[in-house]
C-alpha cells in the first residue's frame, strides 16, 4: 500500500464531500435536528411550574384485551403520580407507617428520563448517520461514470476503499464531539466517566458503522437504492435490538442472538456507562 496514492483518494474525498451539500447536511445537520427533535422534553420543569402536562400512550387496539390492561395500569400510575404532586404543593404528608422504606437509585437518582433518552438516542442516530454517509460514495462513483477511471490508475482496491472510508471517519467523529457536546449542555445529561475513553470506543464503532455502509453502497452501484438498505439494515435493528427501546433481557432467546450483531448494542452500552455509571474500559468489558 502507497502512502500517497492513499492522500490522493482522500483528497479526492474531501473535495468531492465539500462540492455536494447534501453529503454536508447529512453529516453535520441532521444529527443535530435528530437530537433536537427526539431529546428531552422539559417534563420536570413544567410540572416543577404548575403547568399541566400531557402524557400520550399509544395503544394497540386490535388486541383489546392487552390494551384494557395496559390502559388501567397507566391511567393507575398517572392517578398515584397526580395525587402525590397535589399533595406535596398541599403539604400534606402521608400517614406514619411501622415500615419506612427507603429506596436508593443509583447512577441516576432522580429518575430523569432525559438522562436515560439521549445517550440512547445518539447511538441510534451515530449508526444511521455513519451508514448513510458511506453507503453513497462507491454508488456515486457508478452514476458518473468514475469508477472506471478509478480503475485505471494505479491506486490499488484496499487504498481506494480505506482512502473514501478515512474523511468519514473524521466526519463521524466530529459528529460524537458535537452530540456530547448538545447531550450535555443543551439537555444536561451528566458526563461522569473519561472523555478520552469514550473517543477511543466511538472511533472504533464509527469504523463499524461506516463499513457496512461502504459495503452496502459496494453491493447496490445505486445512490438510491444504497441509501434506502442502509436504512433498512441500520435503523430498524439499532432502534429496537439495542437495548435502547427494549430490555434485551426480556427479549426471546433467539433475537438476543440476533442483537449480538447490532454495533448499536454496544455502543448503548458504552455511551450509558460512561456518561451515566462513569465506568471504565474493564467494567464495560
Known sequence: MRVPRLLAVIRKELIQIRRDPRSLGMAFVIPMI?????????????????????????LDGSDSNTATIALNYLEGIAARYSTRIVAERLGIGPRDLPVEGRPRVWFNPELQSKNYIVPGLIAVIMMVIAAL?????????????????LIATPIRVPELLLGKLLPYVGIGFIDVVLSVLVGTTVFGVPFRGSLTLLLILSLIFLVGALSLGMLVSIKTKSQILASQAAMVVTFLPAFLLSGFVFDIANMPGWLQAITHVVPARYFVTILKGIFLKGIGLRALG
Not at 413544567?46 to 400520550?56: E, H, I, N, S
Not at 453513497?136 to 469508477?147: F, Y
Request: zero cysteines; proline letters at 2%.
Open 34 to 58: 435528530l437530537l433536537f427533535l427526539y431529546g428531552y422534553r422539559h417534563f420536570a420543569r413544567d410540572l416543577a411550574l404548575g403547568r399541566r402536562v400531557p402524557v400520550q400512550a399509544l
Open 133 to 149: 454517509l458511506t453507503s453513497l460514495t462507491v454508488a456515486r462513483e457508478w452514476e458518473r461514470g468514475t469508477m472506471e477511471q
